[in-house]
């Protein structure tokens, strides 16, 4: 019987500190979980996006996925989103010619990030994609 | 963008990254003076998978010093993983996590730093959201970055100049 109520004291000690611990982790939690809820949110619209759009569909990709090749199965594999501009090659094709400039700075920058990318698997180097407000081609307006 | 004018910034850019832009946003120009604005430089592998990110602009040295850091934490995630996509995030989100700690005083692993909400800044914030979601694509995570973070509505509207 003591050796039962011992047992009973330490696994209810071990529970009311595990709440202690939880409770301390809050804050930490709560924004990690407030920026996973964002991502997800955005991982299932561009999921819908994705399946009801014929040109995203797996063997439309490209191929050639960078960094370990098992990355393609990671868990946060997604469809590419063929839907935004961001991501839509076509969009890309349509914007311009692909051309390499500095635009006044001292790196060469691709006008488009497509090209930049398959660039950056053809020559096992990383991406570097500045996102801007107004037109980066135009200092004035950058 | 002054930063990316450096001859050692470029030079190091160029030899590790190709590079491209994008548009994002809009700002106003009233009698001269811009308004609103902002940029984002995103460091990722060839299938836009966010590495690293800089929110806002900085200084030549502290874009080279954040290129470098990148560069040799995806050398180091790849040696250690040897090809295992899962250790490989994995070692990502430690080098996010590790730096949140030591520069912004925020340990997720740790048990006894929840007192107190801190303020974390932008650089801050970004590491938080890649020790939590670690190798995120950019179009999910770009809105989130430039509204949220940066504190700029996405936009695809053109700059609009008023005199």
């Given amino acids: 019987v003591l050796s039962a109520a011992l047992a009973t004291s330490l696994l209810a000690a071990g529970f009311v500190g595990a709440l202690g611990i939880t409770a301390r982790q809050g804050a930490v939690a709560v924004k990690i979980e407030l920026l996973s809820h964002e991502i997800a949110t955005v991982e299932r619209t561009e999921r819908a996006q994705a399946s009801a759009d014929p040109r995203t569909r797996p063997e439309q990709r490209s191929e050639g996925e960078s960094t370990p090749s098992a990355i393609a199965s990671a868990p946060i594999e997604l469809e590419a989103s063929a839907g935004r501009d961001l991501a839509n090659p076509a969009a890309d094709v349509l914007s311009s010619r692909p051309t390499c400039e500095s635009y006044g700075t001292a790196i060469q920058f691709s006008n488009r990030p497509t090209e930049a990318a398959r660039q950056a698997r053809q020559e096992s180097k990383l991406l570097f994609l500045l996102h801007v407000s107004g037109n980066f081609e135009d200092a004035k307006f950058t | ?163």
């Fill in chain 2, 1 to 163: 963008v002054n930063a990316l004018a450096n001859d050692g910034v470029g030079n190091y850019l160029n030899e590790h990254f190709t590079a491209s832009f994008q548009k994002v946003a809009t700002f106003q120009i009233t009698n001269g003076q811009k308004q609103g604005g902002n940029v984002a430089s995103y460091f990722c592998s060839p299938d836009n998978r966010v590495l690293h990110v800089i929110a806002g602009p900085v200084d030549a040295a502290t874009m080279l010093r954040e290129a470098r850091w990148i560069v040799e934490a995806h050398k180091l995630a790849q040696l250690d993983s040897a090809g295992d996509a899962t250790r490989f995030s994995e070692n990502l989100r430690k080098a996010h996590a590790d730096r949140l700690r030591r520069e912004h005083g925020l340990d997720v692993a740790a048990v006894d730093t929840g007192r107190g909400r801190r303020a974390l800044d932008n650089q801050g914030r970004v590491h938080l959201l890649l020790a939590a979601a670690p190798l995120v694509k950019v179009e999910q995570v770009y809105k989130l970055i430039f509204e949220k973070i940066l504190g700029e509505q996405v936009s695809a509207s053109p700059v609009v100049e008023i005199k």
